[in-house]
């Protein structure tokens, strides 16, 4: 366990240290922005728009790094889908769908079934995906 | 000069600041993406262990559950999960597929005793569900050493190139990953899995047919069809198993002294992007994953004897076949049954004997 915890604490200082230069960043750009402004009243225009695109270019370098480095909050779960057993009276047709059960199977036989006397037959056991998959038009 | 600003002096700071910020974006530029790069395996590498761990608990918990061991468990699936396989030498390849069939068998025969051993509770069926929960748990637990090694070698070198081939590779990593995670719940509840649909068809041609045994691990049921005498091979379920369709192939052709008319191989088939999950496809050649073994077996055996060899996959990706099975590939089992049937149809006359083998994992199939 020990070199997991170097290996998180090294992490979280580089983390910190990067926060740091690009929020610095990200404030110098706003300044010259401002003095961009400031000089733009005063009548400098060259200078007005070079602090203007330096400005720019820097604050959508800082924040772009900003949201490439935010830690995404990682869906930490093995999502458990929901697994259905479907049941059949082969002789009478009657179906029925339930949760799957541990044990299980598919061509299981089961209790009798409830109209005739046959026993009823586990035939299929699927997950149902719920979200439709994005579709691609080419 | 227009590029200086005049007069004022803090702007003449900040312009010179800001130039300042252009040169170590130039010089480290590399450097800090570097950084983000480390942080984005980092956080997959988390995620990694997470999914490891939990998978060793559910296999732990699911030991505990079913084979009702004396002892904790724990430290012998440590243990298991550490197993490795060595292959055979490939210097001289001449024989090397019954070197690599005999390593799998003895591999087969001591994980399954390992089982046996951490489960004593557990009739054959379980046997064979917590070995694939185990395997998977096994595969987790390799995928995230590996990315590790990679991650320390990265961080250790800052070498952009270490990092960036791992940074590229990873999403494809962590679909892999994910899909051994469910996998790993399917095995140990016993269902099926997207790996099954072959065994599936299979197991719906031959219900109601009297079944014998076939080496290793498979069934057999002789099921009239449309005039023909079909031969239908699957795994024995409903244990997790894929069983030896090579061998069985084998020597159903054998006992009958190689006069089979058409061999009919269905398989889950890997999809590419775009193509739909459960769509049926018919073609030639054997269709069989796995090391190769069995492909090689049966190929020589309709070698011998001129036998032609049909094939109809059912189209999934990777995560479909390892994770529960999907609706759309059970469904798809009616659809591959029809094309079976042009196949004998159009590739057979009456009174011909064919041989249609359902290759996949039979979790949670009986016949
Ligand atoms: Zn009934």
């Not at chain 1, 926060?19 to 009243?41: E, H, W």
């Amino acid at each position: 366990m020990t070199e997991n915890d170097q290996s998180s604490t090294t992490a979280s200082r580089i983390s910190t240290y990067m926060l740091t230069i690009v929020l610095i960043i990200l404030a110098l750009s706003i300044m010259a922005l401002l003095f961009a402004v400031s000089a733009f009243v005063v009548g400098d225009q060259v200078v007005a728009g070079y602090l203007l695109i330096i400005g720019f270019i820097t604050m959508g370098l800082s924040t772009y790094l900003l949201l490439q480095s935010r830690k995404r909050v990682a869906n930490l779960k093995i999502e458990a889908p929901k697994i259905m057993t479907t049941i059949e009276c082969i002789k009478c047709g009657l179906k029925s769908v339930r949760e799957f059960q541990r044990g299980d199977y598919v061509y299981k036989e089961l209790d009798k079934c409830q109209k005739c006397d046959d026993k009823m037959t586990i035939t299929a056991i699927y997950k149902e995906v719920k979200e439709k998959e994005k579709t691609y038009n080419v | 000069m227009a590029f200086i600003p005049s007069g004022d002096v803090i702007s003449q700071i900040i312009y010179a600041a800001s130039i300042l910020l252009f040169v170590v974006f130039m010089l480290y530029g590399q450097r800090i993406q570097m950084y983000v790069m480390i942080r984005e395996v980092e956080a997959s590498l988390y995620k990694l262990k997470f999914i490891k761990e939990e998978g060793r608990k559910i296999a732990i918990e699911t030991i505990k559950e079913i084979g009702k061991p004396q002892t904790d468990p724990s430290a012998r699936v440590d243990r298991y999960l550490e197993y490795f396989t060595i292959s055979p030498q490939s210097m001289d390849p001449a024989g090397i597929v019954y070197k690599l069939d005999h390593i799998l068998d003895v591999r087969d025969t001591r994980l399954k005793d390992e089982v046996k051993i951490m489960a004593p509770g557990s009739d054959e069926v379980q046997v064979n569900n917590l070995e694939n929960t185990l395997e998977a748990a096994m595969a987790l637990n390799f995928i995230y050493k590996v990315v590790r090694h990679y991650y320390i070698q990265g961080k250790k070198t800052l070498s952009l190139y270490v990092i960036m081939q791992l940074q590229m590779i990873l999403p494809l990593v962590m679909k892999e990953a994910e899909a051994y995670a469910s996998a790993l719940k399917a095995f140990a509840y016993g269902q099926p899995i997207g790996d099954g649909a072959g065994p599936l068809v299979a197991a719906k041609l031959m219900h109601g047919y009297e079944t014998r045994k076939l080496p290793k691990d498979c069934v057999v049921a002789t099921v009239p069809i449309e005039g023909r005498t079909a031969f239908i091979i699957k795994a024995e379920g409903p244990g997790g198993n894929v069983g030896k369709p090579g061998d069985a192939v084998q020597t159903i052709i054998e006992e009958n002294e190689g006069k089979i008319a058409n061999v009919i191989m269905i398989d889950a088939g890997l999809k590419l992007e775009g193509e739909g999950v459960g769509e049926v496809a018919e073609g030639i050649g054997a269709a069989i994953g796995g090391p190769g073994v069995d492909q090689y077996k049966i190929e020589e055996t309709l070698v011998k004897y001129h036998i032609p060899i049909n094939a109809v996959i059912i189209k999934e990706d990777i995560g479909d076949a390892v994770s529960p099975m999907r609706k759309e590939i059970s469904d798809s089992a009616d659809k591959v049954i029809e094309r079976v049937k042009n196949v004998i149809l159009e590739r057979t006359k009456e009174g011909d004997k064919v041989i249609i083998v359902g290759v996949g994992n039979t979790i949670g199939i009986g016949q």
